[in-house]
């Protein structure tokens, strides 16, 4: 496919997602800018981003530090205004070089990360917004505070760390309606008093938003299967 058919598409899938997502909002009685798309772009070069970037779209998630570093520099040197959002574990030994290029971090999810934080604040690192990630399903091989231990790590993380906590995210369980585990989400926000709400991905971002969402994350419906 030519690079320019390719681009086309990309962008015709783009504003498909941004209509669906003005509809969802619409349904739910929402304002329509209340959510807000996150275009997930892991896994695609440059070269593949930039007709949405070019379109003027400023929010982008990636889930590995590594591969944010050998994209995102550049195209944030080319583009103004990019948000950058990391929505993968993040280790603390990676910690500074988040912090050198995301500008949220939705996967705050154990003390350790906080601490780490923490100390890199007091070397003079300013620290982004973060959002609390929850192990809405309770997985053990999936990372997050279990929805039992959230209030208590929230507590911890606001007033101990003096992180500046915004929401709360999650990714549902496979094969289970994730609808519940968006209403779980959102009553956990609401009892700690927090606005955001990261939540819904390709497969079910218009639920997502029928149940609250502020922010979806969205990959494959925008930049194509991964293969
Ligand atoms: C990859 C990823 C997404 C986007 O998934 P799609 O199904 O491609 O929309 C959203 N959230 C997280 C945490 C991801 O890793």
């Given at each position: 496919m030519s690079e320019t058919v390719e681009n086309k598409e990309t962008l015709e899938r783009f504003q498909n997602v941004l209509g669906r997502i003005a509809s969802a909002c619409s349904t739910a009685g929402r304002d329509a800018c209340a959510a807000q798309l996150i275009a997930v772009s892991k896994t695609y070069h440059g070269?593949?981003?930039?007709?949405?970037?070019?379109?003027?779209h400023k929010a982008f998630g990636e889930n590995r530090v590594q591969e944010a570093k050998e994209k995102w520099p550049a195209l944030k040197a080319e583009f103004d205004g990019v948000k950058l959002h990391l929505i993968g574990p993040l280790q603390t030994n990676k910690v500074k070089d988040a912090l050198g290029?995301?500008?949220v971090i939705q996967t705050?999810?154990?003390e350790k990360l906080a601490r780490a934080f923490v100390k890199a604040r007091a070397q003079g690192a300013s620290l982004p917004d973060f959002y609390v990630q929850v192990n809405t399903g309770a997985e053990p091989q999936k990372a997050g505070q279990m929805p039992e231990a959230v209030d208590g790590f929230l507590e911890m993380c606001r007033e101990d760390c003096k992180l500046n906590v915004v929401g709360l995210m999650c990714i549902p369980p496979v094969g289970e309606p994730a609808s519940d585990h968006f209403d779980l989400l959102r009553e956990i926000a609401q009892r700690n008093g927090l606005e955001r709400l990261s939540m819904g991905m390709s497969g079910d971002f218009e639920t997502a938003i029928a149940h609250g969402a502020t922010e979806v994350r969205v990959g494959s419906a925008i930049f194509g299967s991964r293969g």
């Open positions: 070269d593949h981003i930039r007709p949405v970037l070019t379109a003027g290029l995301f500008d705050l999810d154990r």
